[in-house]
């Protein structure tokens, strides 16, 4: 059975830093991608960023560009989120995605983690 559990988050005032880690088991997840996803009370949740495998190739959403940086560890089967500046705005659940291969639409994922609440106060 596939997991993914998140972790790191919690509350910072803006301005400050957190990183998530979201841990995989159950199969590995090397040559496939990995992604972010958020979604705050009352809005859909939405795309924040993705890792390729092979070669790693990453794509952010407009809105965390140059302040969040998604990274991996395959030995460790675990995607990261440093998220840095944190704004009011980035306040909401945050979760991981898998899926085995690079093709795929954005929101095209196999299985998801239950989420961690990150909460920026201003």
């Known amino acids: 059975q596939v997991q993914l559990v998140e972790s790191g988050g919690g509350l910072v005032q803006a301005g400050g830093s957190l990183r998530l880690a979201c841990e995989a088991s159950g199969r590995t997840f090397g040559t496939g991608t990995m992604g972010w996803f958020r979604q705050a009370p009352g809005k859909e949740r939405e795309f924040v960023a993705r890792i390729f495998g092979g070669v790693g190739g990453t794509v952010y959403a407009d809105s965390v560009k140059g302040r969040f940086t998604i990274s991996r560890d395959n030995a460790k089967n675990t995607v990261y989120l440093q998220m840095n500046s944190l704004k009011p705005e980035d306040t909401a659940v945050y979760y991981c995605?898998?899926?085995?291969?690079?093709?795929?639409?954005?929101?095209?994922?196999?299985?998801w983690g239950q989420g961690t609440q990150v909460t920026v106060s201003s």
């Open positions: 995605a898998a899926r085995p291969r690079v093709g795929g639409g954005l929101y095209e994922y196999d299985y």
